[in-house]
């Protein structure tokens, strides 16, 4: 893409000035959060590992199990990465972040390639806990940041950053393909190094900016959305071919390089929307539609409020301010809509979580060929990122428009998972196909309304910690229905079928339980738990209904122009000059 020509103000004297914008500017920042999110996603990736944790070191599943509440503990346990990111820029958690990745997956892949004696089981636990932590470093680093710096439109923000976290899971599978072969072991060894190194990479231009809303931020948002999509689509095309047709290392080659132009695409909308930005300070500068002056009210401080006793930090826990306005994190943490929200997501995400991480096994104990059990944990990536990208869009449209109660969306999602619950545990003949969709999708549109709630009810001022308190309902869930309850029946049914057929099982011995049975009542609880969290979920709704037919993001559009007034001002008395230095 090339601009040329005076009018555009992109003489050749200017291209080095026109770079150094792009590459400092919000919509570079963007671009370089979706690529750090499109290979941060190795938590999703648990099921195509799994199967080689549990072969190579002896597990049973309820051990296998326990690494993947530690692998969720971690991936949700941010509230540290939260605090450092309140009082630091964010070049320091992803820097913590890469750090974390890279040694706790190459520990993983140093154990089941037998390069160290085999390690404990808390050995292993404490490897996949800090390897999955990173992620909470990345996300806080990158998601939050561009939520900060586009507060106006965050729920598509975080739909899209989302939605690269959930195909990365895809994107990774295509680049080891490409890379390794077909060998699940080096695929740990790639999750190690590639996101450490992408982080690395863009380290840089991950900042905050000062947020000035220009009209067409929504269009710009809407084009990354459309080029997303078509990535989508072109991963879930070839995932599919290649579970029908073996390809060459040179085809795996061709695949993988379609989509990394494709996944780099985005960088055509960072230079439209910058050129865009560029061309509208020349037109200042040269006089051209001046900013009209902004009348800004202000009121004078209540002298005598100022004179009355300070009311405690205690006190203050339980005074917050309005829904909507900046709360403290513990004004946050003891009000009933988070406690309301944290519940009904342990409901939501703890099942949800618990066929993601079993996808493979479930499969396998229900009697489907391996062929359609590769395909559907595959494409369970594409699902993921379907429920982000769609509650992300679809969610900010239904507010703006319909002045809907985002919590009404999660209590929809909730009652559509149940759906998927019920169709694996009475083992509904070619269910699974379904119920993989359908929690795929739900557990990817979980993530965007959990987080964009916390933003419109607390407030941005701690968005970075509430964030990562949020996140924190995934494991609790994850430990109660995937480890507690599907870990235990399943292991227990599995015993039952070695004593009826007259077998007992060695020490380290892997365990597998085979029919309907193995997770029939694990799954019947778990739709139990998840309608209870859909009802509890109402409540909520029913709290913020007035708050939600306000407009929301009405204080940010005035921060906003005020911002860019205020900007230009100062480019007019300063002169041209100055304009072009800054």
């Known amino acids: 893409m090339v601009f040329s020509g005076q009018h555009d103000g ?20 963007v671009f370089s959060s979706f690529m750090i999110m499109s290979v941060s996603g190795a938590s999703y990736m648990f099921a195509l590992y799994s199967r080689e944790i549990k072969s190579v070191l002896g597990y049973d599943q309820s051990t296998l199990n326990l690494l993947s509440f530690f692998k969720d503990l971690g991936s949700n346990i941010g509230i540290l990465s939260g605090l450092i990111n309140e009082v630091t820029p964010p070049f320091v958690v992803l820097t913590i ?13 140093l154990a089941v390639t037998k390069k160290i004696p085999k390690p404990q089981v808390w050995n292993m636990c404490l490897y996949i806990f800090i390897g999955a932590n990173s992620h909470c470093s990345t996300n806080t680093g990158a998601l939050v940041t561009s939520v900060k710096n586009f507060p106006g439109s965050r729920g598509i923000v975080l739909g899209l950053l989302s939605g690269y976290l959930g195909l990365s899971a895809a994107i990774i599978t295509q680049l080891y393909y490409a890379f390794y072969g077909n060998d699940s072991k080096s695929l740990i060894l790639l999750m190690a190094w590639l996101p450490t190194a992408i982080t690395f990479v863009f380290l840089p231009v991950i900042r905050h900016h000062r947020s000035i809303s220009q009209p067409n931020d929504s269009k710009a948002f809407y084009n990354f959305l459309y080029l997303t999509l ?9 995932i599919i071919v290649q579970k029908c047709v073996t ?36 037109d200042n500068i040269n006089g051209q539609d001046p900013p009209k002056p902004l009348n800004i009210t202000t009121e004078k401080p209540n002298l005598v409020k100022s004179t009355q006793k300070q009311v405690s930090w205690k006190e203050n826990i339980f005074r917050p301010p309005g829904t909507g306005e900046d709360h ?55 699902w993921i990122y379907l429920g982000k990208i ?3 869009v679809v969610s900010e449209i239904i507010i703006t428009k319909f002045k809907v109660p985002r919590p009404l969306m999660l209590t929809l999602i909730l009652l559509l998972s149940c759906v998927g619950h019920l169709l694996i545990a009475f083992n509904v003949p070619n269910g699974l196909y379904v119920a993989s969709v359908i929690i795929g999708f739900c557990f990817g ?31 609790i869930g994850s430990y109660l229905l995937n480890v507690r309850v599907a870990g235990h029946l399943y292991d227990k049914e599995a015993r039952r079928q070695m004593t009826a057929l007259g077998l007992k099982r060695k020490p380290g011995e892997e365990l597998n339980c085979n029919g309907g049975e193995c997770y029939k009542m694990a799954f019947i609880i778990i739709s139990a738990v998840t309608l209870f969290g859909a009802l509890v979920s109402l409540i909520l709704v029913l709290r913020t209904r007035e708050f939600y037919r306000n407009d929301i993001y009405k204080k940010f559009r005035v921060e906003a122009t005020t911002a860019e007034t205020e900007m230009a001002v100062t480019h007019n008395r300063n002169g041209p000059s100055a304009a072009n230095e800054s």
Not at 15 to 27: E, S
Not at 97 to 109: E, Q, S, T
């Open 10 to 29: 992109l003489g050749s004297g200017n291209n080095k000035v026109f770079t150094f914008q792009v590459l400092t500017g919000r919509w570079f920042m």
């Open 97 to 109: 972040g890469g750090v974390l990745n890279f040694f706790g997956y190459f520990m993983i892949w």
């Open 230 to 238: 078509v990535l989508a689509g072109f991963l879930m095309i070839v």
């Open 247 to 282: 390809f060459t290392q040179s085809e795996y080659y061709v695949t993988t390089s379609v989509m990394l132009l494709l996944l780099v695409l985005p960088l055509a909308v960072v230079i439209v929307e910058e050129h865009k930005i560029w061309k509208r300070k020349q």
């Open 328 to 382: 403290t994190i513990l004004q946050a943490l003891f009000s009933l809509e988070m406690v309301i929200l944290f519940l009904a997501t342990i409901c939501g995400l703890g099942g949800t979580q618990t066929v993601v991480n079993n996808l493979a096994q479930i499969g396998t104990s229900l009697g489907y060929p391996p062929h359609s059990i590769t395909t559907f944990v595959s494409l369970m990536a594409i």
């Open 390 to 392: 769609v509650q992300g």
């Open 445 to 475: 549109a979980n993530w965007p309304l959990l987080f964009s709630i916390i933003s419109e009810l607390f407030g941005l001022k701690y968005y970075s910690t509430l964030y990562n308190v949020g996140s924190v309902a995934s494991p």
